[in-house]
């Protein structure tokens, strides 16, 4: 911590240069790509993820359902090696062929990434999507909704709660994740506004430079603020699970 | 007239692909690294042994130390009203990135204090990861369980120990088995914290030694899949990838049949619940 007493509060937070052997030690580019990969990855697992959640939970058959579910927790539970291994090969051609640029990059990332919380965010959804009483729905038919009507007017609002609580850890899962974001992300330091060149998060910045720095070095503790800010994340991201769910 | 379905469509057409796309993960592990699979397990380059072996011996060792402490810990909290605090920092530091867990014991256990890099560090920094999540898990799975059973045992003159022995235990047991399952596998394909704990090198020669290096399935396939040299690099990872990927599966798999088999049998009790004479 005493980097933030040496060389500022401001320029080390709000600092867009990270170049530890001149003394800069900006944290500007790994927050910006934190949150730029995460919101990505956000917004791809909430698209296959809510689909898969109602698609199984009100459109599949009643046989298939089990199977299905038990499926995607399976599927939580995948190494996220495996998912980087697979960015790797698969969504950084297709990102470099589609997008230019290397391939590795922001948006390599946040698909990656996407896909890896996927699983949590749908079978958390699936469970706040059966949860929702038939009676209702059965009611909503039976007052001649069309069965759309029904999915997008009364199953979804009504399963809305544990959706927000599902896309919240799936959120901090996507904070969290380091490897699978190494893989794909190209490891630069650098803050920049284009998704299609190679950038960094909060994550892979600790580990690419923890073992570069000496402990203790500014740029060590630079490393330890960026773990604070990590845990600042965590903990406000789960403060809006609580707030969600019944004070007691 | 025939009713539209659009929002229907669009709905199956994205879970359709979701789904795909998550088949196809596996399914691209598999297809390349078969053809490596059999080098897997002979000696050579591409042998996988050492590293399932570290996999093995670490996830083990970190169940041993943090699955009875952790729940130890929710029970304080959930039948001897531990305070409040106990429940959030362990729910905190379950959703805490790996990575810092990994920084935190690199500066403490490897830089300060000259460990090695070896499977014992590897065990620290996994035991560290699964003590708050077993902790944080086991709770609500401990709260499901009715209060007037609790109750009942403690009227008929139960202690509180022989409560959550003969009781709480036994009845949360099937939920247990799961949380400590759903661990393990966070800790069989875990690598950001042990990159610079139990380090990138397995022994080259059987070993029991804690001191020996300490890389898993998980470090093998970001290392060989990143940085390798080998012609047959792409291969080998995946390899260590289909290895992997079946460790889970068994995992989830005889915990999922190990909590049927509990659950059944949990089902009996509750069925003659309530009948004299029994």
């Known amino acids: ?248 | 007239m025939r009713q539209r379905h659009g929002v229907t469509a669009v709905i199956l057409v994205l879970a359709v692909c979701g789904g795909a796309i998550l088949l196809l993960v596996a399914g691209e592990v598999v297809a390349v690294g078969w053809p490596e699979l059999g080098a897997g397990f002979r000696a050579g380059p591409a042998d996988l042994r050492p590293e399932l072996f570290n996999t093995l011996y670490m996830v083990g060792a970190a169940l041993v130390l943090s699955v009875p402490p952790g729940l130890l810990a929710a029970l304080w909290r959930t039948e001897e009203r531990a305070p409040r605090i106990l429940e959030d920092v362990a729910s905190l530091l379950s959703s805490l990135p790996s990575v810092t867990i990994g920084l935190g014991l690199f500066v403490l256990l490897i830089a300060t204090s000259g460990w090695p890099f070896s499977r014992a560090a590897g065990i620290v920094a996994l035991t560290a990861m699964n003590l708050p999540w077993m902790t944080a898990a086991s709770i609500p799975v401990l709260r499901q369980v009715g209060e007037s059973r609790r109750q009942a045992s403690l009227a008929l003159g139960a202690s509180v120990w022989a409560t959550v022995v003969r009781v709480v235990v036994p009845e949360a047991l099937p939920g247990l088995v799961a949380v400590a399952a759903v661990g393990a596998a966070r800790l069989v394909g875990e690598a950001a914290a042990l990159l610079f704990t139990a380090g990138v090198n397995a022994p080259a020669r059987f070993s029991w030694s804690p001191w020996a290096p300490g890389a898993t399935l998980a470090i093998r396939l970001f290392r060989v899949g990143t940085e390798s040299l080998h012609p047959d690099a792409r291969a080998m990872a995946g390899a260590a990838g289909i290895v992997l990927l079946l460790f889970t599966l068994v995992l989830l798999g005889v915990a999922g049949v190990l909590q049927r088999y509990l659950r059944r049998r949990a089902g009996i009790v509750d069925g003659t619940e309530g009948r004299f004479g029994r």
């Open chain 1, 1 to 248: 911590m005493a980097v933030l007493s040496r060389y500022g509060l401001e320029p080390v937070l709000l600092g867009r240069v990270f170049e530890p052997a001149r003394g800069r030690f900006g944290l500007i580019p790994f927050i910006w790509g934190s949150v730029v990969v995460g919101l990505m990855a956000l917004v791809v697992a909430v698209l296959f993820g809510v689909s898969l959640a109602l698609a199984v939970g009100r459109r599949v058959p009643e046989r298939l359902r089990g199977a299905l579910g038990r499926g995607l927790s399976i599927f939580v539970a995948l190494p996220s090696v495996i998912l980087g291994w697979w960015g790797l090969e698969t969504v950084v051609p297709l990102v470099r062929q589609v997008f230019g640029g290397p391939g590795f990059s922001l948006l390599a990332a946040g698909l990656t990434l996407g896909v890896m919380i996927t699983p949590t965010l749908a079978a958390l959804s699936l469970a706040a999507v059966e949860g929702v009483p038939r009676l209702l729905e059965e009611a909503s038919d039976a007052l001649g909704a069309h069965p759309d009507q029904t999915l997008l007017g009364l199953t979804l609002p009504a399963a809305l709660p544990g959706i927000a609580r599902a896309v919240v850890l799936a959120a901090s899962r996507a904070l969290a994740e380091t490897m699978a974001v190494q893989m794909v992300i190209g490891s630069q330091p650098v803050a920049r506004l284009a998704l299609n060149l190679p950038g960094s998060t909060l994550t892979t910045g600790i580990l690419v430079n923890m073992a570069v720095w000496p402990p203790g070095s500014p740029a060590g503790q630079s490393l330890t603020v960026m773990a604070a800010l990590l845990l600042v994340g965590a903990w406000w991201l789960s403060r809006q699970l609580t707030d969600r769910s019944d004070p007691a």
